[in-house]
């Protein structure tokens, strides 16, 4: 059964930082490039960062570039992401994303609130 499960998001004050966290089963965790998404109440789902597989390379939105940071630790089948300096137009669910860049084969998470306000 494939489970990706969010954590780590929570109310803050602009500035400030959270790292979310999310762990994969069910599915070969390091096949898949893992993404990060976020969906602010009536907006789009919006791409926020993504990490490959074996090359690790990294790539972030630009509202989000030099803010925040994603990593992956494949001995845990976690994904992680550290978000600093934290504004208000940040806030949104943030869903965790698995793609398999060879089977075409995508998983998600159920997403986990961010709210960023003084």
């Known amino acids: 059964q494939v489970q990706l499960v969010e954590s780590g998001g929570g109310l803050v004050q602009p500035g400030a930082s959270l790292r979310l966290s999310c762990v994969a089963s069910?599915?070969?965790?390091?096949?898949?490039?893992m993404r990060w998404y976020r969906q602010a109440p009536g907006q789009a789902r919006d791409w926020v960062a993504g990490?490959?597989?074996?090359?690790?390379?990294?790539k972030y939105a630009d509202s989000v570039k030099d803010r925040f940071t994603i990593s992956r630790d494949d001995t845990r089948n976690t994904v992680y992401l550290q978000m600093d300096n934290l504004k208000p137009e940040d806030t949104a669910l943030y869903y965790c994303?698995?793609?398999?860049?060879?089977?075409?084969?995508?998983?998600w998470g159920q997403g986990t609130q961010v709210t960023v306000s003084s």
């Open positions: 994303n698995a793609y398999n860049p060879w089977t075409s084969n995508e998983h």
């Open positions: 069910g599915f070969t965790f390091s096949n898949y490039a």
């Open positions: 990490i490959h597989t074996v090359a690790r390379v990294t």
